[in-house]
């Protein structure tokens, strides 16, 4: 038979209790200059030393860099100071619909959508018969959603349009009900100024 010492389960001493019964977090696993280093907020960019003197004497700094023009690069993406909706080839994304520009969105979009349904029908098809080959559909899906919101977003200049024209004519409409409230009001008083001098004549 085992013999158990008397000291073999003897409790953890109060100092290190409370450090295994304390949370611990991610820092408490880091040495201690680096969690200072994650602590500290980080330096301002060294080129500030320039413009040290700038409110004494504003040539003495450097000039900032002009605007950027055209193309540029920013967290890896390709972007353009152009207002201009890339078109889905620029994007890599083949266009089901007809490189027309007069193009009718309604009907269009109806039929991706159509064309949506279909192939969720046959992802699922897919996913029960032949597992292996879903990766096709899902690259059809999402070639029809791209395709879709390409044409949603061809129609934000009509949208905006739109939108200003009803902003402009709400506008229009509650100046047209402040001047006919103005007009209510001074007849309104008017009509007390009247009876006030009625009053004042007959004492």
């Known amino acids: 038979m085992r013999t158990v010492r008397r000291n073999q389960f003897k409790p953890r001493s109060k100092q290190a209790s409370s450090i295994f019964d304390r949370p611990r977090f991610v820092w408490d696993f880091l040495p201690s200059q680096k969690r200072m ?10 080129f500030y030393r320039l413009y ?8 003495s700094a450097p000039e900032p860099p002009p605007p950027i023009e055209g193309a540029y690069v920013c967290f890896g993406g390709n972007y353009t100071t152009e207002d201009v909706l890339p ?7 083949p266009q089901l619909y007809p490189k027309d520009s007069n193009v009718d969105y309604k009907k269009e979009l109806r039929s991706l959508n159509r064309e949506l349904q279909l192939h969720i029908l046959e992802l699922a098809d897919v996913l029960v018969e032949r597992p292996s080959q879903y990766a096709k559909r899902i690259g059809d ?3 029809i959603f791209k395709n879709l919101h390409h044409l949603l977003n061809s129609l934000r200049p009509h949208q905006a349009r739109a939108t200003l024209i009803h902003i402009m004519e709400l506008q229009i409409q509650q100046r047209k009900q402040a001047v006919e409230d103005i007009k209510r009001r001074r007849e309104e008083a008017q009509r007390l100024l009247k009876d006030a001098f009625v009053t004042l004549d007959g004492h």
């Open 37 to 46: 280093a994650t602590a500290l907020y980080p330096p301002p960019p060294p």
């Open 52 to 59: 040290k003197d700038y409110s004494e004497n504003p040539t």
């Open 87 to 93: 078109s889905l080839e620029e994007q890599g994304v």
């Open 141 to 143: 899906i999402s070639s």
